[in-house]
């Protein structure tokens, strides 16, 4: 059967693509290894066909006649009902839908009232420590925690003083270590001292069941491009008070009820803050990926790769010249995530040789997180302010990070143990190949490479190159 009506063996979703062979650099090809979950997962095979179903029928949405306009419509604003019933909406929640976790966010901030106190920790990926860096709000950023119960401690601490904190915005799990937050306590200290709570769902929606009712949250912010639908979208879910109040983070059709040359009569949310022409097919795939993961039961998948993710992560820890990075030492819940370094090789190095000799996708460098980054890697202080000095010349060579692996619903036991050791070849040998650093982007790049990925994707964007 084609896989793209088929499950995986033990009826799991799958996934496009996954068979996809690669060319390797040292001769042949080989079935591609993808252990770059966290930044972007591959589309199920469910939505791939939703889309596929719908795109006859994509048509303008709101106030359109045509019969596929009502369509469209009905499809957006349902897709709209079955996220919010998969995260656990309230009555009286609002779902908006956003490019991804980073506009979500910064869609909330613009809504804050102004003079608005938020409390984030200094771990955060930086779409949930930027935005708040907004002129008319007050941000504390908390030192990087020790623990979860050292993270409850300090914000208690950073709440109980004497200026009011109004919004509290933490991650459901580290995106460089896997660490689960404790979201739920958070969530108790924060409505204990009358704040409220966001949470960066973007780490946990793809692995664990998600509710905002059980974790208490008042907002939950995700994105579809790490939930198998990459159609651009993300969400926003969440109370609708701030949102109706505040400015629109957009401005134009669709966010308003009447304009007049003086006067604007903006709409009520959700379509307050959906100004322009949303993204339908975006919403549909989001629908039937929250759709088919529900279906599969989201407490298997978590079971499923807690097994690979221990396997995997017991191999690292106990691999020589291997240094695999914790938040948390002790931590017992951890998502499919671990970031790791290989003694005296730079990070963009081993990643470049895993893709071009062994066919594995992972990634390197910071992962949008660099104070944790600084942290982890106990990076001094003069050495920062010489790498700032270093990138403001145009020089992204020799930054400090890591290598990152993480796993997803395809992964597989096979998959890890071909990587640990294509990585202890690595390790042991070096590549085989000649590499060169490219100084404007610090990547390293095999010194001939005549695997044509250009000419591939230039295929792929010209109208005469497609295949369907």
Known sequence: ?????????????????????????????????????????????AVADAVDRFLPYYSSVHRGAGFKSQVSTAAYEGARERVAEFFGGRPGDVVVFTRNTTDAV???AASLPRSTSVVT????????LLPWRREGLR?????????????????????????????????????VTGEVWPVAELARVAHHFGARLLVDAAQI??????????????????????????FGVGLLLGRADWLARGEPFLRGGGAVDFVTDT????????????AGSPNVVGAVALAAAVSELGSYGMDRVWAEEQELASYARDALAG????????LWPDATVRTGVMSFNVDRSEHSLVAAALSAEYGI?????????????????????????????RLAAGDHAGVPGAVRLSLGLGSTRDEVDYFLESLERLVRRGPALGYSVDPASGDYVPDSDPRGALGVARELVSATGATR
């Not at 793209?4 to 068979?19: D, F, K, T």
């Not at 300090?154 to 799990?173: C, I, K, M, Q």
């Not at 903006?266 to 959906?274: D, I, K, L």
């Open 361 to 389: 996708g992972v990634r390197h460098g910071c992962f949008c997180a660099h104070p944790l980054m600084i942290h982890l890697l106990s990076v001094e202080a003069k050495d920062v302010e010489q790498v700032r000095r």
């Open 106 to 108: 910064n869609l909330l």
């Open 121 to 128: 920790f200094c771990s955060e990926h930086h779409a949930d």
């Open 205 to 230: 929606a793809p692995h664990m069941a998600v509710s905002i009712a059980e974790l208490d949250a008042d907002y939950l912010v995700a994105s579809g491009h790490k939930m198998y639908a990459p």
């Open 139 to 175: 941000l504390s950023c908390l030192p990087v925690p020790g623990d979860a119960a050292e993270a409850v401690r300090a914000l208690t601490a950073a709440l109980s003083g004497s200026e009011t904190v109004d919004l509290v915005a933490v991650t459901g799990a580290s995106n």
């Open 263 to 274: 006067t604007v009569q903006w709409s009520s949310v959700p379509a307050r803050q959906e």
């Open 319 to 326: 691999m020589p010249g291997v240094t695999l990075y914790s």
């Open 1 to 45: 059967m084609s896989e793209r009506v088929e499950r995986r063996a033990g009826g799991a979703p799958a996934l496009v693509g996954s068979e996809m062979d690669v060319p390797l650099l040292t001769g042949g090809s080989r079935r591609y290894v993808n252990l770059d979950y966290a930044a972007s997962t591959p589309a199920l095979v």
